[in-house]
């Protein structure tokens, strides 16, 4: 919002004063105070400069103006426009923004047609499932939601990668140290019984460094 409002000022004052704005979008830029004392937003002016011919502190102090000052947030800082969001008035208009729009709120169209793939979560098959896949989980999921009411048509996938060297081991450790046990002789969860397998091979792959060529033969017998 804030933005826009500092460009509308750059282009009003631009057309006042007979001066091409076309490429002012592109030039202004927004990053964050170095003292958060000092606002939310700063908008350099320096690119500004030579078009309006004028300092850039002068030129921040003119939008400032425009602005509404000290009384809307918005103070100057040697050639830079800080912005201090009040962020009462912000959650209000946010709510009310939602509110009106209900279920169709945040949607767009500006990605129909598009086609994307979202791949998650894809755990590591050797190793037991736990609270940070389930982040994983609602983080791709919800990027699958964002980007689909965008318009876009999402494919979500997930990879289950059961081929390699990597389960190769585990056999491995359970031909050596199994012992013809099971997740349900040992009362334990599969990926659990999986996973100290994995475990049992790098411990031996340690004492033993045939360990890791045994599990490239069985992967070239497997393959």
Same mark, same amino acid.
Request: aromatic residues 8%.
């Given at each position: 919002?804030?933005?826009?409002?500092?460009?509308?000022?750059?282009?009003?004052?631009?057309?006042?004063?007979?001066?091409?704005?076309?490429?002012?979008?592109?030039?202004?830029?927004?990053?964050?105070?170095?003292?958060?004392?000092?606002?939310?937003?700063?908008?350099?002016?320096?690119?500004?400069?030579?078009?309006?011919?004028?300092?850039?502190?002068?030129?921040?102090?003119?939008?400032?103006?425009?602005?509404?000052? =000290? =009384?809307?947030?918005?103070?100057?800082?040697?050639?830079?426009?800080?912005?201090?969001?009040d962020r009462a008035a912000a959650i209000s208009r946010l709510? =009310?923004?939602?509110?009106?729009?209900?279920?169709?709120?945040?949607?767009?169209?500006?990605?129909?047609?598009?086609?994307?793939?979202? =791949?998650?979560?894809?755990?590591?098959?050797?190793?037991?499932?736990?609270?940070?896949?389930?982040?994983?989980?609602?983080?791709g999921e919800s990027c699958a939601r964002i980007i689909a009411?965008?318009?876009?048509?999402?494919?979500?996938?997930?990879?289950?990668?059961?081929?390699?060297?990597?389960?190769?081991?585990?056999?491995?450790?359970?031909?050596?140290?199994?012992?013809?046990?099971?997740?349900?002789?040992?009362?334990?969860?599969?990926?659990?019984?999986?996973?100290?397998?994995?475990?049992?091979?790098?411990?031996?792959?340690?004492?033993?460094?045939?360990?890791?060529?045994?599990?490239?033969?069985?992967?070239?017998?497997?393959?």
């Amino acid at each position: 919002m804030w933005t826009g409002r500092v460009l509308s000022v750059l282009e009003n004052m631009a057309g006042t004063a007979g001066i091409d704005s076309k490429g002012f979008s592109k030039s202004l830029s927004v990053g964050k105070p170095p003292d958060s004392n000092m606002g939310d937003l700063s908008y350099p002016l320096f690119p500004f400069a030579k078009d309006f011919r004028k300092a850039p502190p002068a030129l921040a102090g003119e939008i400032a103006g425009e602005l509404g000052g =000290e =009384e809307a947030g918005v103070s100057v800082a040697g050639p830079y426009l800080n912005i201090r969001i009040d962020r009462a008035a912000a959650i209000s208009r946010l709510l =009310e923004n939602i509110e009106s729009f209900g279920d169709k709120w945040g949607s767009g169209d500006e990605l129909t047609g598009r086609k994307v793939m979202v =791949e998650f979560s894809s755990p590591n098959t050797n190793k037991p499932l736990h609270l940070g896949h389930l982040r994983n989980d609602i983080l791709g999921e919800s990027c699958a939601r964002i980007i689909a009411s965008r318009g876009a048509d999402v494919q979500k996938v997930n990879l289950v990668n059961d081929r390699g060297v990597h389960i190769c081991k585990s056999m491995l450790a359970y031909q050596k140290f199994g012992n013809g046990e099971s997740p349900e002789s040992l009362g334990v969860k599969s990926d659990r019984f999986v996973g100290d397998l994995y475990v049992k091979f790098s411990q031996w792959a340690k004492e033993d460094k045939s360990a890791d060529e045994q599990a490239q033969a069985m992967l070239q017998a497997w393959e």
